[in-house]
């Protein structure tokens, strides 16, 4: 051992290396033997001389495969350091040889250099510890230690508080224990030295528990005296009638039903513990809703169950009906017997899902499992025989040890993750794997029942090798496997011995769907809705070539005849449709079922006959009519039909029988879940049968609302291209096919197509892609108008303002009571709905305005506020309610509020001339004025009551009172009093109130002078009958004077000490509530009109302007908070920021640092902060060691995790808050909010907020972190220890050593803070790695088993939450107790804000995009279309019913890239319900940066092109009814269709004018308009104009802000966003969506990527620009740039300047915006030393070298060896289908060639082929001049310079020959450029297409120079223009106006910012 010990370079750095081998002495005391051992050979090292000294050892920071094991005794040995050093030691000892044991030749990584740093520690240690023991011997000072934590815990543990004083002592008492008791079993012989060991185990495992401490010792803790909970509890542990323990080989009875199942399946011991506290949560929650009527416990609990029952089996129900098998859930008669079942069946589908793993994904493989381990259940509990064996009943797989991952997990999981290899990280194509949708959808079919139970893992659903095709063979027909499964036996497999049995396993393939890359998934999703837009524009040119202006017209016989030729193009499309579902299954042909296949053929049998029997019939009867005349004076007049017409009418009574049912959706919906056979029969003709998608059918009103809305859609769509698309262009069609042109400009290759084809298509081409692209126009529109509608009449954005909210804010607080607070009665449980016009003048009572709970609520969340910095200390005081010296009848209002509304009542009282009940009158007429001048004054008065205490003074001031109330109850005020002196006695009762806040005692006889001034000012200035209180006054004195003695001197006398006596109480006593009252009388006397804008931070401007105004929305009443649904939240985490470091805040890289921009962005806050913290700058935080306040306040504002966990425990807080308000009426609630200290109280609203709010954050790479010393893992561990209530969930990757060998072993980990430490709840070990699909969605998969309660909210780490906002959750989750429609809802979708738009204009741009979507477009979705999904937002799921049916996100690789909307399909399939609520709201983070931005559209485009691919989308189009699924497409991949068409619109208009212009067809089709004055001819080649709608779809954004901030404010900001550029960036944006889109469509390569989400905006280089850029928007500006230059050139002479113009504007403004945004963009960039810098890099980049590791930001080669991936795993078809593209790059050439002088006007083909020989010639002098290069360059340079120079004279000489002989121009040569270069690209293209075959030989590398040549060449001429601007200075000032004009609106410092300069704070 000592050979193998040895010191290396550890990777522990907190312990010195040793300078020789540590030795440990044999020399210890016979009570110490066994443990201080020898461990090494030799000497014993001499102990250090002197003092012991104190020293932590690293504990956290462990090798992974023995963290689990030793942390704890490294933990406890640190806590007894400096108590007990020796015991530390023995801990240490004691890790130590547990580590040794477990890896004895330290193979597992690290544990080589963490054994030698422990052992020096050890020898260290050895013996100066020994002087340290206050016992004899180590075995004493053991048992000392460890009898005082017994002690202790003995003594507090009875009443077990975590709040009290002696929590943390306890939990430590109980660590210690548990560890020291470990130690001493060790050392002793045996456990008899310890008689309490039970009591002392199960005491110390008190603080390893999640929420419930389900133990013995946990009956104390607060949330287990809960009636439910101990209800719950004895359900789970009625474990009578069960089997005997004894069977399962277990001591002892079973404990509980979980117990039971753990012995009898074998689950995980972790795993039982997590599913036990997960199902008593959830009965209890379910419990205390039960309603109260029935006084039997047992029958509200069998209610609860049968509830959860419902839910929990409803899946597995159906799944049952759907393949015919009878359900496993048997239920005894005997109700308490029946009670038990279900416990055990619910128990046992929860510790299956609990330990599923990825599995989760699969939830109909999870009933197969359920289904056969549920009939061994049934069989265990009756003792049933089995049949086979004879036997009583048993598991399958057994009780023991794991064995339920072992046996049935584990071969499942080994499918999922051999498939997800083979999709070789999202680069192989779909149908060469299986995904989790296919492995899930094979137990969709009674095929799955032959896998048997054991499993056979022979059986071909585990093969996962795909078969060669020579040994390719369908192993069976479904029908020969249907013959061998007709009963129970056959499920268990036992009658499967056949031929299955001899045969090799064949790789099933994909299962009823495959994903296959092509744009015809488009059509085959959505046929019918493609059928009608193609047989409507038949219908339309036929109708406009009939000339049909009336729609009686289309009765004519003739008209109608040839309308009804649209069927023959039905027909067509039907056999198109047919032929496709063939093709796109072909591949899933081996699981489909026999019935499918039929029905495809059959299909298509069908089509095909229909295709023939329509034209023949349309041909032979064609103006053949057989006519009938209707009766005298009918509008039908004659009616004719032919034989044509009838066959018709057959074919569309196919229809019929949809339509009807389209009418009846109940009817429908009964048909298609309905298991009747006659349903399934007809079912089985019409779709194929699948176990998702049937019974979506909504309701007859929903049907009606979202079919009326796409009535008017489609109407107004179809009527406007009637109108203004195809009839205009009807007649020029004409005159074209009359015009005969003969003569072309170039050689015509067709010259013998009559009518100018070429021309008809060129021009009606454009138009046809409008007509397909508008009809996303017409949507938005509608969608602007019914979504600004529905949001008037639920009362959005009606309190928007401040002003607004001043005025509304005396109806809060009935508001409030209303929504927040819980009706008496079981009526008010309903929702409440009131008018529209209700809720605007609602109107309040003062006894009802200001309700103690709401006053506690709304300071509550003011001190919020306070503590974001949102608001200062001033801010505060003006806001609070005050909560204390309540006055009977005065409604004291927030200071806010009365904002110099004294002043005013000051100022009308003085200038007024009346009677005062006029005066009285017109004050009384502002509320909030009246109240402030009552309360001043009842505050005075109590105040001058407490302040004088003489008995003259108080006669005098009764007096004074006595007047002025006796003067205003006889209304004579104003005569009595003078007004004119109010505002000098204002002045003088402000600076007594100001001494008097002072308190100082120098200032007595200042305080008297005061008092003395104000007796003056009123009895001698402003009392008529002042002279009363002076007789009075002058009549009490002492002595008496004369009469006529000066009043002055009495006055001087008065409120001033006297003969020992004190006539004024100063200062005042220090008491709470008369300085808060002090306080507020200061503030009421002395705020002015700044007031009126208090808060002044926008931010919490609209938080409280939008809580205002959800109180009058629409929203259900809110339970008690006991009774409410409870809920988690979830939130995955990866490697994201979690809070700022302090060097990353200090940290420029060249730019500011975050601090500093922090500082610079949120002014306002910063200030407040530093208030809050009482320091001036940074640097004094700095020197005061706040380095962690400075962290957090960063970090709040950036987009952290911490961020997110501070406002998701806001959950919790308002629910504490909520509970306190809920205390009984009897109560003061206001002494409860002062008393929440009190233990008691504040451990029962602890656990009640436990029991209901439960939050998750699966940080997957905590565990690694943890291992590695990552920073990141601190701040986790920080969050953990600041929120207790917090749990996170990671995977653990640990090593085991098997047989010497490491082994990997993942878990799931639950761990919460104990103490300093964190501490592992439930450890839960997985049957391998769990991340193998998407990574977010397997992150919140593995933890999704920790989550708790009913419903799941799902957040990103970039999201916020707010206190006032979580108020309300408790009524959102009421939503799930109402019907919507046919069925409650299953996700509840939310509003958010994007809280990153403040600053950047892009990230304005970007907030109210997505602003527009979140709010106005989702509303819409909801209701009325009802197609809303999951979008990623902060959605709530219906927890019980997600888990069941797959979990709330879908996994597998690329394909569910957007892994959340796959969710809301999910949702949707399964019959589910998906609405959408206002009125809750949660903060969202987004891009700030163009290029992060960019990346964030890309990422959703990819998205968005893998859906199309998806089966979800497939089914939703195919189920869907026809309106419904026009909603479903425009509102998911129809936007970006639409998207896509309308910039291939932009190239076919371009394309086809070049052709036009370059064939010379247009020129001499305009010159014969012209002559013969056809208007209508130039009109029809302008049609590119309609493209210019595509603006419209940005009016659901204007309406929405409309709404939000008044309309004014909308057209104001629309206009502003105009000037800064909005379209630019939108246009941009659509670039960005349409490259991305249609690439990944065709050629894959979809991936996540990463935007950072950095909070600063810098500038970005020229090179990452371009590298982001230059596909998907440089290279297509370039071109659309070259069409437009060609065509301007060759339309001069004879089109007018102005008409180009009108047709090409938009075109311009697209290639300019393609080109030049980024850098418009881009902070900085017109900066001439960036603009340097960026030249610099970008020939650095260009000219680098790549290679394997070179990086695509440092190499050009690299980079585009990286854009070419996703070529390199196309398929053929997308191959040539990119070759095709290509092709249009060759027309420049054919067509400019033509144009050259040099040709003398010749359209021979030679001259043509002579252009190819240019270019070849052009290309081997290239070539030639690259091979002289790599010959000569090196030793020959002078040679090679002579051979350049040769080559360039030998060019100059031709093309001076040419010019001679040829007449070539200075014009041909700028023609040839303009004609060879996109020849020179679309070669480039063909030859990136076809790397494959020449990659090998030299013309790769050729194609990779001239590539090399064309990307400088692009990115020179891009350069260019940019640094001729940024030599004038005014460029760079204008952008960066226009980039940062709301931070200029704010007075922000940007210079300083983008100049990169640090400010002095």
Known sequence: MSNEIVPVDPIFDEEPKPNKQPTISHGEEEESKGVTRSLTDGES?????????????????????????????????????????????????HAFEIAHNLDRNSTGRGVRQFKTLLLERLERDEEITKTTRQEQSDLRELKRVYDESRGYINQ??????FENSHGEKLIDACIIASVLYEVLKTVTAGPQALADRDSIQAKSELFAYNILPLDHGGIQHAIMKFPEIKAAIAVVRNVRGLPSAQNFQKRGAFLDLFEFLQYSFGFQKENVANQREHLVLLLANVLVRQPQKQLSTLKLVDAAIDEQMRKFFKNYTNWCKFLGRKSSIRLPCVNQEAQQYKILYIGLYLLIWGEAANLRFMPECLCYIFHHMACELHGMLTGAVSMTTGDTVMPAYGGSRESFLSNVVTPIYRVIYEEAEKNKSGTADHS???????????FWSPDCFLIGWPMRLEHDFFCTQSPKKQKFKISRTAKEKRKVKGNEDEEQGLNDVTLEEIREPIWLGKSNFVEIRSFWQIFRSFDRMWSFFILSLQAMIIMACHDVGSPLQVLDAVIMEDIMSIFITSAMLKLIQAILDIIFTWKARNTMELSQKRRQVLRLAIAVIWTIVLPVYYARSRRKYTCYSAQYGSWLGEWCYSSFMVAVAIYLMTNAVDLVLFFVPAVSKYIEISHWCMCKTMLRWIQPRLYVGRGMQETQVSLFKYTFFWILVLSTKLVFSYSFEIKPLIAPTRQIMKIGVQIYDWHELFPKVRSNAGAIVAVWAPIIVVYFMDTQIWYSVYCTVCGGLYGILHHLGEIRTLGMLRS??????????LCLIPPPSKKGQKSRTKSFFQNIFCKVSQSEALDQKFVLVWNQIISTFRSEDLISNREMDLMMIPTSGLFPGIIRWPIFLLANKFSTALSIARDFVGKDKKLFRKIRKDEYMYSALKECYVSVKSILEILIVGDLEKRVVFNIVNEIEGSIKESSFLQDFKMSELPALQVKFVELLELLVEGDKNQHDKVVEVLQDIFELVTNDMMANGHRVLDLLESSQET???????????????????????????????????????????????????????????????RISFFATSLFMDMPSAPEV?????????????????????????????????????????????????????????????????EEEIRNWASFRGQTLSRTVRGMMYYREALKLQALVEKPENKDILEDAIERNNPKLSAELDALADMKFTYVISCQMFGSQKSSGDPRAEDIKDLMRRYPALRVAYIEEKEEIVGDKPQKVYSSVLAKAVGNFDQVIYRIKLPGPPIIGEGKPENQNHAIIFTRGEALQTIDMNQDNYLEEALKVRNLLQEFLQNHGRRPPTILGLREHIFTGSVSSLAWFMSYQETSFVTIGQRL???????????????????????????????????????????????????GCITYHEYLQVGKGRDVGLNQISKFEAKVANGNSEQTLSRDIHRLGRQFDFFRMLSCYFTTIGFYFSSLISVIGIYVFLYGQLYLVLSGLQKALLLEARMQNIESLETALASQSFIQLGLLTGLPMVMEIGLEKGFLTALKDFVLMQLQLAAVFFTFSLGTKTHYYGRTIMHGGAKYMPTGRKVVVFHASFTENYRLYSRSHFVKGFELLLLLVVYDLFRRSYQSSMAYVLITYSVWFMTITWLFAPFLFNPSGFSWDKIVDDWKGWNKWIKEQGGIGIQQDKSWQSWWNDEQAHLRRSGYGARLFEILLSLRFFLYQYGLVYHLDISQQSKNFLVYVLSWVVILAVFLTVKAVNIGRQLFSANYHLMFRFFKAFLFLSCFAIVITLSIICELSLKDVIICCLAFLPTGWGLILVAQAVRPIIEKTGFWHFTEVLVQAYDYGMGSVLFAPVAILAWLPIISAFQTRFLFNQAFNRHLQIQPILAGKKKQT
């Open 45 to 93: 090292s001499s102990s250090r001389s002197g003092r012991y000294v104190s020293e932590m050892f690293n504990s956290e920071r462990l090798p992974p495969t023995l963290s689990s094991e030793i942390q704890r005794f490294l933990r406890v040995a640190n806590m007894l350091e400096w108590k007990a050093p020796r015991v530390a030691y023995l801990c240490r000892f």
């Open 156 to 161: 507090h543990a009875g009443a077990f508080d």
């Open 432 to 442: 060469t794997w299986r995904n989790y949708d296919d492995l899930n959808e094979f």
């Open 808 to 817: 509304r804010f005396h109806s809060l607080p009935s508001a409030f009571k």
């Open 1040 to 1102: 008496v004077h004369d009469m006529t003695a000066s009043p002055r001197r009495v006055e001087r006398q008065l409120f001033e000490s006297a003969a020992g006596k004190t006539s004024i109480y100063f200062p005042l006593p220090d008491d709470g509530t008369l300085n808060e009252q002090i306080k507020r009388l200061h503030l009421l006397l002395t705020i002015k009109d700044k007031a009126m804008d208090i808060p002044a931070n926008l931010d919490a401007r609209r």
């Open 1122 to 1186: 006991r009774k409410m649904l409870s809920f988690s939240v979830i939130t995955p985490h990866y490697m994201e920021d979690i809070n700022f470091s302090m060097k990353e805040l200090q940290s420029s890289k060249g730019q500011v640092s975050i601090i500093f921009y922090m500082q610079n962005i949120f002014p306002d806050e910063w200030k407040n902060f530093l208030e809050r913290m009482g320091y001036q700058n940074l640097n004094e935080l700095i020197d005061e060691s706040k």
């Open 1421 to 1471: 979705l909801a209701n009325p279309l009802r197609v809303r999904f999951h979008y990623g937002h902060p959605d709530i799921f219906d927890r019980v019913f997600h888990i069941t049916r797959g979990g709330i996100s879908k996994a597998s690789k690329t394909i569910n890239l957007s892994e959340d909307v796959f969710a809301g399909f999910n949702s949707t399939l399964r019959r």
